[in-house]
């Protein structure tokens, strides 16, 4: 297993509030180990799946703009 180091980065309060479960850190830092060790971000499963999804929802006829909104009304209603 490789040997781990704890740094500090900046994140939401909401982001930091849920990280002060251990459990839930541990499982952040090796998210976080996996992404920055790929040679390209763009490799990453989820943002293959996001890109996929969003071609879907442009081929219906929606804009980037029309994605976005909905996007930040979906986060603003997990906020409540």
Do not use: N, W, Y
Not at 5 to 34: K, P, W, Y
């Amino acid at each position: 297993m490789d040997e781990t180091v704890r740094i500090e980065i900046e994140v939401t309060e909401e982001a930091a509030s849920i990280l002060r479960d251990e459990a839930r850190r541990r499982s952040v830092g090796r998210m976080v180990s996996e992404l920055v060790s790929r040679k390209s971000p763009d490799d990453h499963p989820l943002r293959r799946i996001f890109a996929q999804i969003k071609r879907e929802a442009r081929a219906d006829g929606l804009t980037d703009k029309e994605i976005e909104a909905e996007l930040k009304r979906h986060r603003a209603e997990r906020r409540r």
